[in-house]
């Protein structure tokens, strides 16, 4: 399994600047891709990295895609009325909506997909997308099997504590025999104990990837948000016993070199834990 980053950004794109470069890091939303089996794509999220994903892809020749999709809020969605294959014949795509508590009735990413590209807010209209799209819903304590051949992926959620809700995946799969497993949390507040929902979903798992959005200052005035820090992160990560910790979904204010500075120091505070830990990179590939 190969996982590949394409947005790493939170809240809002943050084209690099010379007063805020974000060159290294990235400046797209999230948008994170895996590559399982022969030749299977899923795709976590549309934040504006699914522009040049769905440009490379479309080079490449490929036609059929599957989503998960952690929550609706916009900085998770933006990236679909850019995402080339979607108007062309011949397309197939696959989405997995989260069913929330609470959620109005219908399914929660079709009904957001719709009311972004329509106006007053987009001139091209979902009906005018000529790919083949079909919505389905996932929701906690469900399991969710993907196939291709030999090959599967195991899919599980968990919600987690974010405005309006939000799902973590764990990805199970396998890749010569061995198998292999990440979590992806985006859009998550640390609970004050470390007992949560995602911990038991990330039990043991080879890579947790989650929310660090803030520094500690920064949380302090930010409680409620539905955003972690670094050090909730690795708390909740401990507890789960996983294997590594990657942070993601960057505050649109921390530049290149803040960022550099907040992993230089979390992984010295990190180092007693045992955890590798570091910052995601948008461009990043990782072999599981």
């Known amino acids: 399994m190969k996982l590949h980053f394409w947005g790493t950004r939170g809240s809002i794109p943050t084209p690099s600047t010379p007063a805020i470069p974000t060159h290294e890091f990235g400046g797209d939303t999230t948008c994170l891709s895996l590559a399982w089996g022969k030749d299977n794509?899923?795709?976590?999220?549309?934040?504006?990295?699914?522009?040049?994903?769905?440009?490379?892809?479309?080079?490449?020749?490929?036609?059929s895609f599957t989503f998960l999709f952690t929550h609706s809020h916009w900085d998770h969605l933006q990236g679909f009325p850019f995402f080339t294959p979607a108007f062309h014949e011949g397309i197939d795509i696959t989405i997995y909506s989260p069913r929330l508590p609470g959620?109005?009735?219908g399914n929660l990413i079709e009904r957001s997909l719709h009311a972004q590209q329509s106006e007053p807010f987009f001139p091209a209209g979902f009906p005018q997308l000529r790919a083949q799209i079909t919505f389905h819903e996932i929701q906690p304590d469900h399991e969710l099997k993907l196939a291709s051949g030999s090959d599967s992926l195991l899919i599980w959620a968990a919600a987690l504590s974010h405005p309006g809700g939000c799902l973590a995946y764990r990805i199970d799969g396998a890749t010569a025999g061995q198998k292999r497993?990440?979590?992806?949390?985006?859009d998550h507040e640390p609970p004050a104990s470390s007992l949560s929902p995602l911990t038991q979903?990330?039990?043991?798992?080879?890579?947790?990837?989650?929310?660090?959005?803030?520094t500690p200052t920064e949380y302090k005035n930010r409680t409620g948000w539905g955003h972690g820090t670094p050090e909730l992160c690795l708390r909740e990560a401990v507890a789960a016993r996983a294997r590594r910790?990657?942070?993601?979904?960057?505050?649109?204010?921390?530049?290149?070199?803040t960022l550099a500075s907040m992993e230089k120091e979390f992984q010295k505070s990190a180092h007693s834990s045992h955890?590798?830990?570091?910052?995601?990179?948008q461009g990043q590939t990782i072999n599981l």
């Open 41 to 63: 794509l899923l795709v976590i999220d549309a934040g504006s990295g699914l522009r040049q994903a769905g440009l490379n892809w479309t080079q490449e020749g490929r036609r």
């Open 103 to 105: 959620a109005h009735a």
């Open 181 to 186: 497993s990440f979590v992806f949390a985006t």
């Open 201 to 214: 979903l990330a039990q043991e798992t080879d890579l947790l990837i989650s929310d660090g959005q803030y």
């Open 245 to 257: 910790l990657l942070i993601t979904h960057f505050d649109p204010t921390h530049s290149d070199s």
């Open 275 to 281: 955890i590798p830990v570091s910052f995601a990179r």
